[in-house]
């Protein structure tokens, strides 16, 4: 299994290219199964989660065509079998997102249900409360959600929470519905509005994404479109907490600052120095961080996908900072792996009080998820010594070529076997 070897206490010099958004580029390729014409993607992102994806999307039937420059061509002339298997459902949560569209476009679909997973229950209760309210009939039969509806119907539908895939599953599933669909108390985060935009390009009629109330008027068919995937906001911000946590100056190219603006307010507070240029965060940085308590919440507010780093970067603050997760109830594992390096973090429930400390050092830590992972590695580009990063797996369904990136910056850090 691959490790990361970092040896810590360089600065970050340079330039960086974002890549794709993954939480955009997962939804818009289940946008594919919605239409017989062909969906060309530019901008997608190289990692394992979009090959898992297009893996999905094959077994269906889905031709799936990815080009090296982040190109990708997908096509659902026909949809051979309208389901998602235990197998790779249970390796990438987000595989749920064909539920929808698979029920819009062929009246059926059989999705396993995703089980367990490391951050929190995750249940998936408000996609198929949605879908019944819009007539789909679901059983849960030996693992799998079997869901039919002979034509969905538009339908006003509250949601409980707010819920990121599911407005995107209820969205897609709308487009082909008969008549109007309301959907209430929706996610706002920009890769529901990225996803929303290439549905529109495709021929939907979407209104409101991007905010918490959209309305989707159904359509007959949709059609073949082009469209180039948001860039990736949670790696952005990685970077930009990188670069606070190890002091330098950093250019990121090919971001997208204003589905930042949590995040870089937080940064600003830890004493960076950030310029904003059209697609171009600058960020400068040196010394101890200030200390920056966060409190998670859905878009505008701060991400639960930056809390680990946020973590880490609180670790080695000039001061103390409390760390509030209210998305996820378990997505605190971070912190123990943290304490490996050194740092003062205690929790209590949902919150983590985190007493910075002068410096980390390096030791064996373990990734837990994917954010988790972003969150030691910043810890071990500042730790003193060598830290090594195992279960790297996490990193590689959601960071693209993350090691040469920051390798590129002038940071020590290499991928061992
Ligand atoms: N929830 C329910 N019932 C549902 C759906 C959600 O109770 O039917 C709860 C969840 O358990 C959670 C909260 O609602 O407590 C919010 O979860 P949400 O559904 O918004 O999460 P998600 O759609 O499964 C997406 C991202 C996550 C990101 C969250 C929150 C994708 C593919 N995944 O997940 O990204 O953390 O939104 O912003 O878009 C990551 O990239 O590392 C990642 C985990």
Redesign the pocket.
Known sequence: MDKLRIRGGRPLEGEVRVSGA???A??IMCAALLSAQPLRLSNVPQLM?VRTMAKLLRQMGVAVEPAADGRMALQAARISEPTAAYDLVKT???S??VLGPLLARCGQAKVSLPGG?A???????????GLQAMGATIAIEHGYMHATAERLRGARIV??????????NLMMAATLAEGTTLLENA?R?P?VLDLARCLGAMGARIEGAGSDLIRIQGVASLGGAEHQVMPDR?ETGTYLAAATAAGGRVRLVGAAPEALDATLEKLREAGARIGIAAAAIEIEASGRPKPVSVR?A??PGF???MQAQFMALASIADGTAVITET???N?FMHALELRRLGADISIQGNSALVRGVERLQGATVMAT???ASAGLVIAGLVAEGETLVDRIYHLD??YEALEKKLSALGARIERIS
């Open positions: 993954k939480n955009a997962l939804p989660d990438m949560r987000a749920v997102l997973c951050i929190g229950q995750r249940p998936v209760d408000q996609h198929v409360k949601m409980d929470m707010v819920t990121v895939t599911g407005t995107e996610a985060e890769e949670i998670t859905p878009f991400a639960t996908d998305i996820f109830e997505r998820d994917l954010r369904r959601g």
